[in-house]
Structure formats: structure tokens, C-alpha cells
């Protein structure tokens, strides 16, 4: 195959040949042993320039893997031997319109961007994974991620009024726009969030955006045992709902301190982070009110704080965790979900199937929704121990399936979960999910093997 006609079609340096910056982006943080090497990397900076790239590879029958910043976890943005991998990350302008409360962002443009340019005019952009500092608002919506104040605020889905996609036969098309209210024709804005750059190239996104959050108050609880903490999450989404509500399990605790020396209680099961962002009198009722509720599930010690940095403190003890326990050896990512009344269960089977497997499963998870991310880690030298923690994986994936949940909440199926779709969503809705990405995307060139098998859409 030739991508002279590419490169000719497109400015100067779009296009990439060279080996060794191609090593650089086969893979995604997930790191698939299966990732292929591309034939090149186009590093487009505009819609038009995606258009052309999409028309040059269906002309050619070329797969085509979109990126962003390369932080998905799921193996979303694996590249494909031959293919073209299209890097969104030069597209990153940020417009806010502040009488409309929205922003028109390119896909490129970092989370952490988004919501300085729109703090510029006292405005926020809620969604927050933990990555939020170096992924990209692109991939965000490719997964419809979520964050650490998903919990009162929602996730992706809820703040993207509009986008702008390149479809497989290269039009462009705009789907929703800057209206809050709208139900003209289907809702296929919705279709393509979480889509995972399968049906469509998402080349300009208009975002919702609401009045700055208030300075938060900050509590941290720890429990001598997993049923107490995973009690008191329950006990506190019942009556009341917080800013903030995650759960960091022993092994993380630990990892966290190891990397922080921030003392962190090494004893405890369990800790808990928990925001109030109401108003300041409200808050600190609330967070009385928490407190009292943790210490009626044998909460072991509780703190909480106004103090702005202080309680920051802790909230990024939580988002470093990842990279925490990835100091431990290599990890398989986790991402799985459950009806809140079945967290417990939920980290109990998962602290089994570790003990089972004789391998660590780090727990951390953003507990008000029931969304966890168990992390195994395993050294990639030992065969054995490898191949049992990739056992665990799909044994904590069956454990969330068997208890009504999912196989993943906010990262995406990808190619890692692949395998395990049909058994979650089941046979009927795997199809309806085949037939639409045969009507959009007929001779699958957009991310082939991610999601869907591209063995049952040639059948």
C-alpha cells in the first residue's frame, strides 16, 4: 500500500512514516500485547484534513484508529498492522460562550483545559476522571467517561449538548448545537458518545458548562473491615447525596503511602473520600450528618476539613492511586459496575477471587455509583502468576455480570473486554449493536476489533 497520495493531499507533516515516532503510538495506557504497527500517523488539525484522511482510507479499504491523548485504559486506540492511526491531539482549540454557559472544544483539547478556560469566566466543567490533568475531551466522550463527582454531577453524556462527526464515506455532519432543549429527529448525538471511535470521527463538541462548584468540605474515614465501609456508602447514598464518594480498599491505601508518605492509616481495610460542595453552613451539616453516619458502621477514625488544600490533599491521594500501585508491577485495569446495594458483594467476590488466584487486586472506585476499578497486578517475568491474573480479570468481570452490573462503566469495552460483551448485553442487543455499525460504517474501517468482532460483521 502507498500513502504517497495521502501525503500529497494533505499539508506538509501531517502525515508520519517514520518508524520510530509510529512506536509511539501503537498502544493506549492499556498496553495490548496485540497492538499492530500502522502504516502511518496522520496528525490532523482541522475537520477538513480528518475528511480527507477518512475518504483517502475508505477508498482504500484501510482501517482507520482514531486517538486522542492515548490514556484510555481498554485498549481503545490499539493500532492495526497497516492501518492509519488519526491523532486528534493538534485539535485543541477551547471557544466558551459565557452568556450561553457552553464551550465548542476540538477533540485534542485536554479535560483539565477545558475547565481552566471555562473557570476563566467562573464557570466549570464537571466530568473529572482521574486522568483529567492528560486525557483528552475526545476520549472522554469515546467512552463517556466519568470521574470522582460523577456521583452528584453526573458523567460525559450529560454535558455534551453537540458534535461535529466525519462519517465513514467522509461527510461531516452536525448533530445537536447549543440549544439545552431539543428532540428534533432521533438522538444520535447520544449514539456516538461512548461509541469508542467505532461509527464516526468526532472532530468538534459543544459542551454544556454550569456556575463554578463552591469551595468543597472534605471528609476521610477509615474501617477495620470491608463490610463496614461498603455499609456505610450504602447508609450515606440513601439519605444524601455528596459531592464526592469514593473508596480506596488496603492494598491501595498502602500503595498510595508508599508513594506519598502522607500517613495514611496502613492498617485500616478501607478509607473513604467524601465531599460536600454545598454552601458553607450546609456543608459542614452535611458532612456532621456523614460523620455521624460512618461512626454508626464502625468507622475506625474520622476527619474532615474546610480547609480547601488541606481536603485536596486527600482527593489526590485518590486520583494517584493508578499510578500508585502501578509502581508495584504491570497491571490489568479493571472497570466494572454494580447496582448499588451490591457493592459489597462486589469487593467481597473480588477480595476472593484475589486470594483464589494468590494474586493482588487493588480496589479503588467511585462508591456512590457502584462503579469500582480493581487493578491486578502481576510481574510480567512470571508466567504463571501472568496467566493467573488474567484469569482473575475475566473472573471479576462474570462476578459483576452475575450480580446485575456491567462490564465496564466508564473506560469502555475496547479490545481488552471484547470477549466478554455478548455474555453482559446479550445476544439481541449485540446485534442491534452489529446493525448499526454495518449502517454507519459498512466496510468497518472505523476501529475495527475494538467493541465488536469483525468476524460477525462480515457474517
Not at 449514539?191 to 463538541?205: A, D, K, N, Q, Y
Not at 439519605?239 to 469514593?246: A, D, F, I, V
Amino acid at each position: 500500500m502507498s500513502i504517497d497520495a495521502l501525503i500529497s493531499a494533505l499539508p506538509e507533516g501531517r502525515v508520519v512514516t517514520d518508524p520510530a515516532t509510529i512506536e509511539n503510538y501503537r498502544w493506549d495506557r492499556a498496553n495490548d500485547p496485540d497492538a499492530g504497527t500502522p502504516a502511518a500517523v496522520v496528525r490532523a488539525e482541522s475537520t477538513e484534513e480528518v475528511q480527507t484522511t477518512v475518504r483517502f482510507a475508505a477508498e482504500h479499504s484501510i482501517p482507520v484508529i482514531p486517538r486522542g491523548a492515548g490514556s484510555g485504559l481498554s485498549g481503545g486506540s490499539t493500532a492495526v498492522t497497516d492501518g492509519i492511526v488519526l491523532s486528534l491531539e493538534r485539535m485543541r482549540d477551547i471557544q466558551v460562550d459565557p452568556l450561553t454557559r457552553t464551550a465548542v472544544v476540538q477533540p485534542g483539547a485536554f479535560n483539565a483545559e477545558v475547565k481552566a478556560a471555562a473557570g476563566e469566566h467562573g464557570l466549570w466543567y464537571p466530568p473529572d476522571p482521574s486522568s483529567f490533568e492528560f486525557c483528552s475531551i475526545g476520549g472522554n466522550i469515546a467512552t463517556n467517561a466519568g470521574g470522582l463527582c460523577c456521583v452528584k454531577y453526573g458523567v460525559t453524556t450529560d454535558y455534551v449538548l453537540g458534535l461535529k462527526v466525519v462519517l465513514a464515506d467522509g461527510r461531516a455532519v452536525q448533530l445537536g448545537g447549543p440549544t439545552l432543549k431539543d428532540v428534533a429527529g432521533l438522538d444520535l448525538t447520544k449514539l456516538f458518545i461512548g461509541s469508542e471511535g467505532t461509527l464516526g470521527i468526532i472532530t468538534e463538541i459543544t459542551l454544556r458548562l454550569i456556575p463554578a462548584q463552591r469551595p468543597p468540605t472534605t471528609l476521610v474515614a477509615t474501617f477495620k473491615t470491608l463490610d463496614d465501609s461498603t455499609n456505610a456508602i450504602l447508609t450515606i447514598s440513601s439519605k444524601m447525596r455528596p459531592s464526592m464518594l469514593e473508596f480506596m480498599d488496603k492494598p491501595t491505601i498502602n500503595a498510595v503511602e508508599d508513594a506519598t508518605k502522607m500517613g495514611l492509616d496502613r492498617d485500616a481495610e478501607a478509607m473513604l473520600v467524601i465531599q460536600s460542595d454545598e454552601p458553607a453552613e450546609f456543608a459542614t451539616k452535611e458532612i456532621e450528618q456523614i460523620e455521624a453516619l460512618c461512626n454508626e458502621n464502625n468507622a475506625d477514625e474520622v476527619f474532615y476539613t474546610a480547609d480547601p488544600e488541606e481536603g485536596e490533599a486527600f482527593v489526590v491521594a485518590r486520583r494517584m492511586a493508578i499510578p500508585a500501585v502501578e509502581q508495584k508491577g504491570s497491571l490489568l485495569l479493571e472497570d466494572v459496575g454494580v447496582p448499588l446495594p451490591r457493592l459489597g458483594d462486589l469487593v467481597r467476590g473480588i477480595a476472593k477471587i484475589a486470594a483464589a488466584h494468590e494474586i493482588v487486586i487493588a480496589v479503588i472506585a467511585h462508591a456512590g455509583d457502584g462503579n469500582t476499578h480493581p487493578l491486578l497486578v502481576f510481574d510480567p517475568a512470571d508466567e504463571d502468576q501472568k496467566q493467573r491474573a488474567h484469569t482473575a480479570y475475566g473472573k471479576v468481570m462474570d462476578l459483576a455480570i452475575e450480580l446485575g452490573g456491567t462490564i465496564t462503566g466508564e473506560h469502555g469495552v475496547g479490545r481488552l473486554k471484547r470477549p466478554w460483551l455478548s455474555d453482559y448485553i446479550g445476544p439481541d442487543a449485540l446485534e442491534l449493536n452489529q446493525r448499526i455499525k454495518r449502517a454507519l460504517d459498512p466496510a468497518n474501517i472505523f476501529n475495527p476489533g475494538a467493541v465488536l468482532d469483525p468476524a460477525a460483521l462480515t457474517s
